[in-house]
């Protein structure tokens, strides 16, 4: 019996997408072998690849002047080759709101100069800050943001306006969940793992001219411009997690696509704030005014009572519901394939724990 996985990542899938899998490991099409087994330069897996990079521009409305690249690494890589492709005067400014901002932070530091916009640290990034961009230097090489925090459960409603200075946006954990406008960033990155498909994919979205003005005094796979070049077959992709993610990106187009799975997750969300908000034991984290759709942070005030409820849960069928070894609680991830009858079984089931 299949339980409710809330992990943060690596993630729940669509039970559909899991079940053609499963048909198809042995034997995809008429190939007579498995896509894990087929070579990247086979015209069965040529179409997935294409497929992939197609349903991507359609599902978020990529404009033509940008370049969908399928990379590795995931998004801890990017906190290295956005600084190293990007720099043109040595400087970037950030946006922290959690750990994963923080850490991109800290690594573009070690390749040009990295200072702090904004931070909501002081509040332990129980909200986002208020974005002073009157202080945004006109020779920034971009401003970074994490458009959603998986710890903490917050997320921007609303997009700074960076001007003429490239934004670059860590969506990891939100992209396909909401409507984006692609165009107000010059590069987008999300490791898949949370809202896309399986483990071991990174989805980059850059503007052309910062591929083509980008640093060229670099090894050739860290160059972005090399894997645009390759339409990302550079070198062996990640092909399995690729496949995978064409089956999650056509689930998603059949569920709607992103306006319509927007609607579902406020749905979900609501559900589980509107009880945290009632609760008698349980309160959440994040502040009101930027709550997360996918990442809901919560505690009962109590760590023993927080694990006891962990293990009843795991009991129940509820999973991974411990909150982030570095700020401990409770969290639910309710991303795009957490059905809401998943949420609401899991309401359920608090009210009882209470």
């Known amino acids: 019996m299949r339980i409710y996985n809330f992990s943060a990542g690596p993630a729940t899938l669509p039970l559909s997408v899991l079940e053609r899998a499963a048909r198809e490991m042995t034997e995809y099409g008429n190939a007579g072998m498995s896509i894990m087994e087929m070579s990247h330069r086979a015209q ?33 890589q990017q906190f290295a080759m956005i600084p190293m492709n990007l720099s043109k005067n040595g400087k970037a400014q950030f946006v922290i709101t959690g750990e994963w901002s923080g850490r991109a932070y800290k690594e573009a530091a070690r390749v040009l100069d990295a200072s ?46 960076t001007g003429k200075i490239p934004l670059v946006g860590d969506m990891s954990s939100g992209i396909l969940s909401e409507i984006v406008d692609v165009s ?27 591929v083509e003005n980008g640093n060229t ?19 062996t992709p990640p092909t399995y997690a690729i496949y995978m993610t064409k089956l999650c990106l056509e689930w998603l187009k059949e569920q709607g696509g992103v ?9 979900k969300a609501q559900i589980l704030y509107e009880f945290l908000d009632e609760s008698l034991i349980f309160r959440g984290i994040a502040d009101n005014s930027h709550r997360s759709l996918m990442n809901v942070p919560f505690t009962t005030g109590d760590e023993a009572k927080d694990k006891q409820f962990v293990k009843e849960a795991a009991a129940a069928g509820f999973a991974n519901l411990s909150g982030h070894r570095l700020v401990g609680g409770l969290r639910a991830s309710i991303y795009n394939a957490m059905p809401t009858e998943g949420v609401e079984a899991l309401v359920e089931f608090m009210k009882k724990f209470q």
Do not use: W
């Open 44 to 76: 069965p897996y040529e179409g997935i690849h294409n497929d992939v990079i197609s349903l991507l521009r359609e599902l978020l409305y990529v404009p033509s002047n940008y370049k969908i690249l399928l990379l590795q690494g995931g998004a801890s």
């Open 184 to 210: 107000k960033y010059g590069l987008i990155y999300a490791g898949a793992q949370k809202n896309i498909g399986p483990a071991g994919l990174t989805v980059v979205i850059i503007r052309d001219d910062l």
């Open 217 to 235: 005094d670099l090894p050739a796979f860290l160059q972005y411009r090399t894997h645009a070049g390759a339409n990302s077959l550079y070198n």
């Open 116 to 161: 702090v916009l904004a931070s909501s640290e002081e509040i332990n990034f129980s909200a986002i800050p208020e974005i002073p961009v009157e202080k945004i230097s006109p020779d920034a090489d971009y401003v970074h943001i994490c458009t959603n925090n998986t710890i903490c459960g917050t997320r921007f409603r609303e997009i700074p306006d």
């Open 259 to 267: 306006e319509n799975m927007q609607k579902i997750n406020e749905a």
